[in-house]
């Protein structure tokens, strides 16, 4: 099984941040299947810096460059694509749309676990700004009534990825998922960003409450769905929501 990471930032992102890259390759090793390769794909350096993926300006230009790379994916004979962003839900209608293969976004399917392992879950995130954009998602997934609360840990996504001070920012961290447990009874933790690769491992040996690692469900759940698509022609829908375009070639091509 072959499948494609979408990462939403640029090729420059790996030269900048390697620390990031390495966790980020380091967990997707961690959880897959000894059959299944998994190669991450960045973005062009035209695009916007990292950093700037917390403004909502940045995200319909990170997203349209996704669907495109997610499309050339599927034509160099990759089995399934992950969406590799917590909170792009555009991008994950839109690679569902243009693709015949399986697709699925780390946020939706860290979600969908956490509803699984409790009744309820709270999650962790940088700061007030990335906060908004999580408290949207839930709205669009109708889950305001399961995530008893969202907890920044006042870090920024660019702290995150160059990898400095980390220590500072785990106890940070560390400290917001304890109070998310004992005042919001929150009884499962959900890591709000791929940017937070490697922290999963750290706070599941310091508190009790199950935790869930976007990437890590990004990847199970494209395995899954790859198998599914293969035993029993299952993906995702082509009735009304995902159904491709006619046009969409012509389109996607006037993309690039």
């Known amino acids: 099984m072959k499948l494609a990471y979408l990462f939403p930032g640029r090729t420059a992102d790996r030269d900048d941040n390697p620390g990031f890259f390495r966790s980020l390759e380091a967990t997707i090793q961690s959880v897959k299947r000894p059959d299944t390769s998994v190669e991450v794909i960045t973005l062009p350096n035209s695009l916007p810096e990292e950093g700037e993926m917390a403004y909502w300006y940045a995200h319909p230009k990170m997203f349209s460059a996704m669907i495109?790379?997610?499309?050339?994916?599927?034509?160099?004979?990759?089995?399934?694509?992950?969406?590799?962003?917590?909170?792009?839900?555009?991008?994950?209608?839109?690679?569902?749309?243009?693709?015949?293969?399986?697709?699925?976004?780390?946020?939706?399917?860290?979600?969908?676990?956490?509803?699984?392992?409790?009744?309820?879950?709270?999650?962790?995130?940088?700061?007030?700004?990335?906060?908004?954009w999580v408290d949207r998602m839930l709205r669009e997934r109708h889950l305001?009534?399961?995530?008893?609360?969202?907890?920044?840990?006042?870090?920024?996504?660019?702290?995150?990825?160059?990898?400095?001070?980390?220590?500072?920012?785990?106890?940070?961290?560390?400290?917001?998922?304890?109070?998310?447990?004992?005042?919001?009874?929150?009884?499962?933790?959900?890591?709000?960003?791929?940017?937070?690769?490697?922290?999963?491992?750290?706070?599941?040996?310091?508190?009790?409450a199950p935790v869930i690692d976007p990437v890590e469900s990004g990847v199970k759940f494209a395995e899954m769905l790859v198998d599914l698509k293969r035993t029993k022609g299952l993906y995702q829908s082509k009735v009304a929501s995902f159904r491709a375009s006619p046009n969409t070639e012509k389109v996607i091509a006037e993309f690039l």
């Open 68 to 132: 495109v790379a997610a499309k050339r994916a599927e034509k160099a004979g990759f089995d399934g694509v992950i969406v590799g962003c917590v909170g792009a839900t555009d991008a994950e209608y839109g690679v569902k749309e243009v693709l015949d293969i399986p697709a699925v976004g780390v946020g939706e399917a860290a979600l969908l676990l956490a509803q699984v392992l409790g009744q309820n879950f709270a999650i962790l995130t940088y700061d007030t700004k990335v906060a908004a």
């Open 144 to 208: 305001e009534d399961f995530c008893v609360s969202v907890r920044p840990a006042n870090v920024t996504l660019a702290e995150m990825m160059a990898r400095n001070g980390m220590p500072r920012i785990y106890q940070r961290i560390l400290r917001e998922a304890k109070a998310a447990i004992v005042e919001d009874r929150a009884e499962v933790i959900v890591i709000g960003s791929t940017g937070f690769a490697g922290l999963a491992d750290y706070l599941r040996k310091r508190i009790e």
